[in-house]
């Protein structure tokens, strides 16, 4: 399934990304806040939030495809850790910022 984006609505430090409803298990969303372009990933259930932009060459990760290892760069291939955004395999070097989620009402914030 193709990713959403969308653009988030900050509240306080949490920005609005995406329905909860709207994020099946093992798929991925995305959003646009300020100069943040953001990945929303359900892996198992398990919701992340990192950089949607790949530290190598600046791909957009929401065109890759998610494992459990994680997010897989869909241009050279580096998977990148959902926890705590460091890449699992060459070429990419740096890690992903990560950031902190919660999930309330059926809505996912992303804290910036
Ligand atoms: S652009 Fe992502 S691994 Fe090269």
Redesign the pocket.
Same mark, same amino acid.
């Not at 099946?24 to 100069?35: A, I, K, L, R």
């Given at each position: 399934m193709k990713p959403t984006t969308s653009t988030g609505e900050l509240l306080g430090r949490w920005v609005k990304a995406c329905k909860r409803a709207e994020l099946g298990t093992n798929q991925m969303c995305s959003f646009d806040f300020e100069n943040k372009q953001i990945l929303i990933a359900d892996l198992g259930g398990q919701i992340y939030a990192t950089d949607r932009i790949?530290?190598? %060459? %600046?791909?957009d &990760?929401a065109g890759?495809f998610l494992s459990e290892e994680g997010v897989r760069? #869909? &241009?050279? &291939?580096?998977v990148f850790n959902l926890r705590d955004g460091r #890449?699992q395999n060459?070429?990419?070097e740096l890690p992903l910022k990560t950031y902190n989620i919660k999930v309330e009402k059926d809505e996912i914030y992303v804290e910036v």
């Amino acid at each position: 399934m193709k990713p959403t984006t969308s653009t988030g609505e900050l509240l306080g430090r949490w920005v609005k990304a995406c329905k909860r409803a709207e994020l099946g298990t093992n798929q991925m969303c995305s959003f646009d806040f300020e100069n943040k372009q953001i990945l929303i990933a359900d892996l198992g259930g398990q919701i992340y939030a990192t950089d949607r932009i790949c530290t190598h %060459e %600046e791909a957009d &990760l929401a065109g890759g495809f998610l494992s459990e290892e994680g997010v897989r760069c #869909p &241009l050279h &291939l580096s998977v990148f850790n959902l926890r705590d955004g460091r #890449p699992q395999n060459p070429p990419a070097e740096l890690p992903l910022k990560t950031y902190n989620i919660k999930v309330e009402k059926d809505e996912i914030y992303v804290e910036v």
